[in-house]
């Protein structure tokens, strides 16, 4: 596809389950970026991939969220033992190079029940 | 420790008229801003961006404003139409960290 790609679309989970989150960013793109939307606040950085650089993980809020991206391209960003205030919208961004405009999917929409 | 704020949670303007959406930052080091435009249910989308070497970019019926001393940016848009109906966010990354740091988003609602 031509824009960065979020699976799934939506999530409902128990409270203490595992999930993972899917990222497929625009071809050729070197950076990748995880941010997630609480409801009724702004975009919170969670992690950053750039090219074959240790990624900068400062964002994720505790040891239970962890990410990977693997050959450059796909990304999966994985919470375990899911807590309700876990819930969020998670998105995904790419881009060209770092510092360059960023392109996001659509999300993924995370409710932990 | 906010970065980047966009301290109007909201903002309601007639159509044609001017909207202006502000954007306060304190980290210095921040050299690139960005504005994005958000749909309900959809991911952000890119709007304009600006250096920090540059007072103004313009993109059609989008401008936008930098004033490095004061820390502040500014979107324009004029003349404003219903579909710019949407949650704006202002970001900035700088030039040692290129990982975008985002306000809290204003809602703008542009009313026929």
């Known amino acids: 596809g031509a824009g960065v790609s979020q699976s799934p679309s939506n999530k409902v989970t128990e409270k203490g389950k595992d999930v993972e989150l899917r990222c497929d960013p625009i071809?050729?793109?070197?950076?990748l970026y995880w941010y997630r939307q609480s409801l009724g606040q702004g975009l919170e950085f969670l992690i950053y991939?750039?090219?074959?650089?240790?990624?900068?993980k400062s964002g994720l809020p505790s040891d239970r969220f962890s990410a990977e991206r693997t050959g450059g391209s796909v990304s999966t960003l994985t919470i375990q033992r899911t807590q309700q205030e876990d819930s969020a919208v998670y998105l995904c961004?790419?881009?060209?190079?770092?510092?360059?405009?960023?392109?996001f999917g659509q999300g993924t929409r995370l409710t932990v029940v | 420790d906010q970065q980047v704020k966009q301290n109007s949670p909201s903002l309601s303007v007639q159509e044609g008229r001017i909207s202006i959406l502000n954007c306060d930052y304190t980290?210095?080091?921040?050299?690139?801003f960005l504005w994005y435009k958000k749909y309900p249910a959809e991911g952000p989308t890119f709007l304009i961006s600006?250096?920090?070497?540059?007072d103004k970019n313009e993109d059609g019926r989008f401008t936008v404003f930098l004033n490095k001393s004061a820390k502040h940016l500014s979107l324009h848009i004029v003349p404003s139409q219903p579909g710019d109906s949407a949650v704006y966010f202002c970001?900035?990354?700088?030039?040692?960290?290129?990982?975008?740091?985002f306000g809290k988003g204003t809602l703008l609602t542009v009313n026929p």
């Open positions: 980290n210095s080091m921040f050299d690139y």
């Open positions: 970001a900035a990354s700088g030039s040692s960290n290129y990982k975008l740091t």
């Open positions: 991939f750039q090219g074959n650089s240790a990624p900068d």
């Open positions: 961004a790419s881009s060209l190079a770092a510092g360059a405009e960023a392109f």
């Open positions: 600006i250096s920090s070497i540059k």
């Open positions: 071809s050729g793109h070197t950076a």
